[in-house]
């Protein structure tokens, strides 16, 4: 049988204590215009501010986030978050509050709450998001954002290495890339793809696709899709009789080397969401699972990551609080949501799983090794 539960750090700071949560009274997708509750309905003009100052990247520039120090690991990291955060008017080691606020693009934002995420990281969201332009200076931001939520992440499991998917470090990598129709335009490179036609225009389904394909193609790893699947779809339920727990239900086969019928989220699966905001869609929104802590299999906290989300439909990660589900037209309370389906998509991710499974279970799981001249591991 497999294992269902990743193995927690004790005393990981990113999970809220309830009285914080209780004070915070959003989900954290989105952020608001300061001094007001109303949410933005349309996309930004054409000539909206953008990213443009001269701070960028150095040609080849890696940098490393230190969780334990709390800082990256290169001096020339450091000093380019210190030139940013003061172009922004942001202290690089003020950490998100409950409260928080940043003036981005010359207005003043309420921003999400991530216990023990630095101000910046969530402040460059916005910035880069919502510039209408990926600017080197922007692609700088979302690269040093990414870099620290790649550690940060990891850091909540004592096996990351057994128990981070793939598919979460392609998400820091594509970090903060919008639609063009309301921000930068990059989030092509992760779904988002309006020119397809019959496409979704919500390409939250499409991303978490993206993440899981890219994911096991690093793991030397592909689906094993049928004839009638183009390679540019949206594929969560390519083996939905096997992986998907559809409202609670156990799926219809259940899979010979896992018997845990009611499995609680882990890093790698793909959730359907439905959150509380009245405008959100009943369909839920599609997000892949990066960090765990669940109480039941339908209570607990993760932060996941996805694409189309808030105002500017983003690449970005997020903190949700799970509750038990209630039938529609209920919705969750302020700062909830509900869990609809568990893709379990952990399964296959991280890739090394794949290697426990009997050959009858693999082929349950229609998945395949790549040639080799396809594999590549980062």
């Known amino acids: 049988m497999m294992e269902n539960e990743a193995k927690l750090r004790a005393g990981w700071p990113g999970w809220p204590s309830a009285d914080e949560w209780a004070r915070q009274g959003d989900v954290g997708v989105t952020s608001q215009p300061y001094g007001t509750a109303l949410e933005e309905e349309f996309p930004p003009v054409e000539d909206a501010p953008a990213l443009g100052e001269g701070i960028e990247a150095p040609f080849g520039f890696n940098p490393n986030w230190d969780f334990e120090a709390r800082r990256f690991a290169e001096r020339s990291a450091n000093s380019l978050l210190q030139r940013c955060c003061d172009k922004d008017q942001l202290d690089p080691a003020a ?15 309420k921003l999400p709450y991530q216990p023990g995420v630095p101000l910046w990281v969530l402040a460059f969201r916005e910035s880069v ?66 020119d397809i036609a019959n496409f979704p225009r919500d390409f939250c389904g499409a991303t978490a696709s993206a993440a899981l394909v890219e994911g096991l193609k690093r793991g030397g790893y592909r689906l094993r899709l049928g004839d009638d699947w183009p390679e540019l779809v949206y594929r969560k339920d390519w083996n939905l009789d096997v992986t998907e727990y559809s409202n609670g239900r156990t799926p ?15 890093s790698g699966d793909i959730v359907t969401l439905r959150t509380g905001h009245a405008k959100a869609p009943a369909t839920g929104h599609y997000a892949t699972v990066l960090a765990a802590r669940m109480e039941t299999p339908d209570r607990g906290f993760l932060y996941v990551g996805s694409g189309a989300n808030g105002p500017m439909r983003t690449v970005a990660i997020d903190l949700v609080r799970i509750e038990p589900r ?13 869990l609809l389906e568990l893709n379990r998509t952990s399964l296959v991710v991280p ?19 790549l040639p080799n001249t396809e594999t590549r591991r980062t």
Do not use: M
């Open 95 to 109: 950490l998100s509050q409950p409260d928080s606020r940043a003036v981005v693009l010359g207005e003043e934002r």
């Open 129 to 194: 998001s919502r510039s209408r332009a990926f600017t080197p200076a922007a692609e700088l931001r979302a690269l040093l954002a990414g870099t620290f939520y790649r550690s940060f992440l990891r850091a909540a499991y004592l096996s990351p290495e057994r128990d981070f998917a793939e598919s979460g470090d392609v998400y820091c990598e594509h970090l903060y890339k919008s639609a063009a129709s309301h921000g930068n335009g990059r989030a092509l490179d992760l779904g988002d793809r309006p």
């Open 252 to 266: 219809k086969t259940p899979l010979c080397d896992d018997d845990n019928a009611e499995p609680k989220a882990r």
């Open 326 to 338: 209630k039938p529609p037209p209920e919705r969750p309370g302020s700062g909830g949501a509900f």
């Open 351 to 369: 890739t090394r799983r794949i290697a426990a499974w009997t050959k009858a279970g693999r082929e349950q799981l229609k998945v395949e090794k």
